[in-house]
């Protein structure tokens, strides 16, 4: 487990991170959402030891990080999958890893497997592709075959099938008991990876959940209806719905299940060309959480039309 307590990084004027306190469960994947420069990377490197807090603690399994005197085998980290020698080979980059946290040379050879990189591992990291790094990252990273894993936009540049691979990956380490924090500023990617979500802005949290309720959050299921008669429509549905416009024919609909809007149209004879629910998305519950908040206000539409251009 991660323990992060008051935590706070001031860089000159710039308050990276700001009084964060959150706890990351072993046993899940846990999401680490933000906008960019919200502090995601300056958290985990404080995490890793990497940075020393302003104030407050961040604790693995009950210690600080450079308490532990081997410490791969406590925390694995990507933090940075171009910071490699290039002139390395992959499996080079791995042994110079484990010699230097007493772990046996065999191990390299598993964790080449497990992110299937046996046929190139024998290749210079500098004619790697962004998916070959990342894999070579993420066996660094289980070479002491820690129970803490950290990952630092592991999805960022992956093609489809990678990302897939990361989420299968991802799933595979919380149902063996590993504690898996992973920061993103993609939602879409988040709610298929994550069990939880720490979301923060501009340094400071600003929601730790669950996806459950995190969607839970929202306004409530909202309806979308198309007819040829939206007016009767919207008069059958009484005062009580708050609704939209989003075509001539359409509307959607807050306050009615879709069932209780076609029992409704069914009494007044209103004919309906379409009746469902809209899919509410965890990118709609980080926009609705935050807006409230007009400091993040600017960062969160920022960050969502970046994810959507990705
Ligand atoms: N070494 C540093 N010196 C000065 N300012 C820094 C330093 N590292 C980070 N910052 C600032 O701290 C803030 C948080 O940056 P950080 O990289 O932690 O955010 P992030 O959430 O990881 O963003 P991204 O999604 O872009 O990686 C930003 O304003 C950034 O400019």
Excluded: C
């Amino acid at each position: 487990m991660i323990r992060v307590s008051g935590l706070t990084k001031v860089y000159g004027g710039v308050r990276a991170v700001d009084d964060l306190t959150f706890d990351v469960e072993s046993g899940k994947v846990t999401g680490f959402l933000g906008p960019n420069g919200a502090g995601k990377s300056t958290t985990m490197r404080m995490v890793l030891g990497l940075d020393r807090p302003t104030a407050g603690s961040a604790s693995v399994s009950g210690r600080r990080y450079t308490d532990f005197p081997a410490p791969l085998r406590e925390v694995g980290a990507l933090l940075d999958a171009g910071a490699m020698h290039p002139g390395r080979t992959g499996r080079g980059h791995l042994r110079i890893g484990a010699r230097s946290n007493g772990i046996p040379l065999a191990r390299v050879d598993e964790v080449i497997a497990q992110v299937g990189l046996e046929k190139a591992a024998t290749r210079r990291v500098k004619g790697y592709s962004l998916g070959m790094r990342q894999r070579l990252g993420i066996a660094a990273a289980l070479l002491g075959d820690p129970p803490v894993l950290l990952f630092d936009e592991p999805v960022n540049g992956l093609d489809l099938d990678g990302v897939r691979w990361i989420r299968t990956l991802f799933r595979g380490f919380a149902d063996e008991g590993r504690t898996v924090l992973v920061s993103s500023h993609l939602m879409s990617e988040m709610q298929l990876i994550a069990d939880r979500v720490v979301v923060i802005g501009r340094g400071r949290l600003i929601t730790d959940t669950d996806i459950a309720g995190m969607l839970g959050g929202l306004s409530g299921p909202r309806v979308r209806v198309r007819t040829p008669r939206p007016e009767d429509m919207a008069g059958a549905l009484g005062s009580e719905v708050t609704m939209t416009r989003p075509g001539p024919d359409e509307l959607e609909v807050a306050g009615l299940r879709a069932s209780e809007i076609g029992d409704l149209a069914h009494a007044h004879g209103i004919p309906l060309h379409h009746l469902a629910e809209v899919e509410q998305s965890l990118e709609d519950a980080y926009l609705s959480l935050t807006e409230g908040s007009v400091e993040h206000v600017g960062h969160v539409s920022d960050a969502v039309s970046d994810g959507a251009r990705r």
